[in-house]
């Protein structure tokens, strides 16, 4: 089954602690993408990458890392997490066609709901 | 900066009513336009895509339609079912006010709640 896979569901973990999000996705998809979801300020890009060892800035990409060693995953790093790193996480994926990804629709992870206390 | 706004934030309907929601974005130089469903605690799942140089797409009973000229998407949804009851998202790519980058920016959604 196509999909994108996102772990942990969920993480509860403390300010400053390390932390790893993993994505990874079966398609072969050259573009991934990390957005965050916050009531009230909608979904926002942080990073995304449009093919191994190329990534990005989005909107908010403060606080967060990411590497694309491999086509499938794209993790997100918090090196040292802060409360205000509290949403919804999800990763995104879509093929490259020719030179351009603009035509192609994303496919969603199921998120993962970080609280740093 | 590219923003997308999307009226009404929530709407309630009975079932069977045929609907409109409403997406406008305010840089009109976009690649395509999305229209997203999100039920709780669920990811997102891709409805229609209508490109830049098309005017609507239609997948069952929903029907999506871009005026690029005026900023403006609707979506479309006939004969609405209790099923139907979830988030719906519009998210632009693209933009000269984006330098033409592959940023996403999404609408904040408008929730439906179809009623029995």
């Known amino acids: 089954e196509a999909q994108v896979t996102q772990n942990p569901r969920y993480l509860i973990t403390v300010t400053g602690k390390k932390l790893t999000v993993t994505c990874s996705q079966n398609?072969?998809?050259?573009?991934m993408s990390w957005y965050r979801q916050d009531p009230g300020l909608g979904l926002r890009q942080i990073y995304y990458?449009?093919?191994?060892?190329?990534?990005d800035k989005g909107d908010v990409p403060e606080g967060y890392k990411v590497s694309r060693k491999e086509k499938r995953n794209f993790p997100l790093i918090l090196e040292s997490p802060s409360p205000n790193q509290t949403s919804l996480y999800f990763c995104?994926?879509?093929?490259?066609?020719?030179?351009?990804?603009?035509?192609?629709?994303?496919?969603f992870g199921n998120g993962t709901r970080l609280t740093v206390t | 900066k590219q923003e997308v706004t999307q009226i009404p934030a929530a709407l309630s309907v009975p079932e069977g009513e045929n609907l409109v929601l409403n997406c406008s974005f305010t840089?009109?130089?976009?690649?395509?336009l999305q229209w997203f469903r999100q039920d709780p605690g669920k990811g997102l799942t891709s409805l229609l895509l209508?490109?830049?140089?098309?005017r609507e797409q239609t997948s069952g009973r929903l029907n999506a339609s871009l005026d690029k000229s005026s900023g403006r998407s609707t979506l479309y949804i006939a004969a609405s079912q209790p099923g139907d009851s979830a988030t719906y998202l519009c998210?632009?790519?693209?933009?000269?006010?984006?330098?033409?980058?592959?940023?996403?920016?999404f609408g904040k959604g408008t929730k439906l709640t179809v009623n029995p």
């Open positions: 995104a994926s879509s093929p490259l066609r020719g030179l351009s990804s603009y035509n192609s629709p994303l496919h």
């Open positions: 398609m072969n998809h050259e573009y």
């Open positions: 990458s449009m093919n191994v060892e190329v990534t």
């Open positions: 840089d009109s130089a976009i690649y395509n």
């Open positions: 209508i490109q830049s140089s098309q």
């Open positions: 998210a632009v790519r693209g933009g000269l006010t984006q330098g033409g980058s592959e940023k996403l920016v």
